[in-house]
Every structure is written in C-alpha cells, then in structure tokens.
C-alpha cells in the first residue's frame, strides 16, 4: 500500500539465515508495494539491550534512589534519553505497521530484542498510568511477529509437548505489545526451519511474500484471554 510506513525490529546476527531471508522478503515484497520501510538490524547496531541509568541524559529526578521505570518517564517528558533511545521511538512514532522478526528463546525474545522493548516502549512514550491496552499510546499502528522456532509445528499444538504455541504469544502479543495499544495482527510463525527441507523452506518464505500482498487488509487479532487460552 503507497504510502504506508513499516518498521522491522530485525533480530538475528547472521545475514544469511532464514530470520534473515524473511526479513529480506519483507523488505523487497513492501517496498514493491510503494511503502516506506525502515530495518531496525539490532546485532548489526549493536544495540544496547540493558535498562541502566545511563539512558538518561540529564540530571535524575530522585539521584537518592533510582527507578528505572519513573527515571525514564521524566526524562521521556524533558526528552533526555539517550539519543538511540529516541532514534527508536521515532521510527515507531513514524510507522503504521511494526514487524518484529526473531527466532524464538526460551519461548520468547532474544535478549537485545527483548531490551529494544523495555528501553524504547517506555512510560510517557507508548503507554501511561491510565492510559495503556485499548487506550495504549500506540493504537493506531499494527504489530506483527515473524517468528521462528527451534521445535516443530506438531510439538507446540494443544496436545504437543510445548503446548498452544498461542501460550507464549500472551507475553509478546499481549502483555507488550497490545499494553502499549498495537493492534496486534496473528503472528507469521516458521516452524523448525533447520530441519525442514530447502522446498519448505522456500515454501515458508513465499507464504510469508504472499501474506504480505494483502496484509493492509487484514483485521487484527481479538485482544482476549480466550483467543490464548480457549474458552
């Protein structure tokens, strides 16, 4: 769709690898479709995924006692965080959409991504105290996570030994990204790509080329415990 503006939260350290051929058929496939898109590519930035007091540029609020959480507020307010701190907050204030595209751990985020969201998503810039789900700041824009895993599709189904792969959604989609107002679009989720064959790996890929076509369309996840969790 012209026009539109997407960021992808790209979180891989190797450019060959199959998170890196799903980023790169993004990249191409929306750039096609006449949108702006920009790659966060957090290895690559060496981005610094710890939450320290040294994100906050001037003087600390309560230098007797430090929280991190109200820390980050104020200086959020009086715009003295760290400068790849507010590069980030602004390339998610510009986008529509924000594609995240990891492999996962530990049925979650790897470290440095994990870290992009607790420094970037902060109080005053993504959500307040009221003021976050439904009413989150970032309500406007669309999330998405492109996911790999280590495990295959059959062992996170309801009765596989991981269970619902929706389980460890409720953290990402959920508790972080819905918290801060997303709409959340149903993840894109490659299974076990390392031990699929190259003619399901290109397969993976062209679903993804393809799901993208029409992703301006799409509605958005229902935001509730039974969508995870069942009845």
Same mark, same amino acid.
């Given at each position: ?122 109080? =005053?810039? &993504? ?7 439904? !009413? @989150?700041?970032? /309500?406007?824009? *669309?999330?998405? $996570?492109?996911?790999?895993?280590? =495990?295959? &599709? ?7 030994? !991981? @269970?619902?792969? /929706?389980?460890? *959604?409720?953290? $990402? ?59």
């Amino acid at each position: 769709m012209a026009g539109k503006k997407v960021l992808i939260v790209y979180a891989h350290q190797e450019p060959r690898s199959f998170n890196g051929s799903l980023k790169k058929v993004a990249v191409d496939e929306l750039r096609t479709q006449g949108c702006t898109v920009t790659v966060s590519d957090l290895y690559a930035m060496d981005f610094e995924p710890r939450a320290t007091r040294k994100d906050v540029t001037g003087v600390l609020s309560n230098p007797e006692f430090f929280s991190y959480g109200v820390e980050a507020y104020e200086a959020y307010k009086k715009r003295s965080l760290t400068s790849d701190i507010l590069d980030e907050q602004r390339k998610v204030h510009e986008a529509d959409l924000v594609i995240f595209q990891f492999p996962l751990y530990w049925f979650s985020v790897p470290a440095i991504l994990k870290g992009w969201m607790d420094r970037v998503l902060c109080q =005053g810039f &993504a959500f307040d105290l009221p003021g976050f789900y439904d !009413s @989150g700041f970032l /309500k406007d824009k *669309l999330a998405l $996570l492109s996911i790999t895993t280590g =495990g295959t &599709a059959a062992m996170y189904g309801k009765t596989g030994v !991981s @269970g619902d792969f /929706k389980y460890f *959604l409720w953290p $990402l989609q959920h508790g972080a990204l819905h918290f801060c107002g997303f709409k959340v679009l149903a993840p894109q989720i490659s299974f076990a790509p390392e031990f699929a064959s190259e003619e399901e790996r290109k397969g993976m890929m062209a679903s993804w080329a393809q799901r993208l076509k029409t992703i301006w369309r799409e509605d958005p996840i229902p935001c509730t415990p039974s969508w995870y969790f069942g009845q």
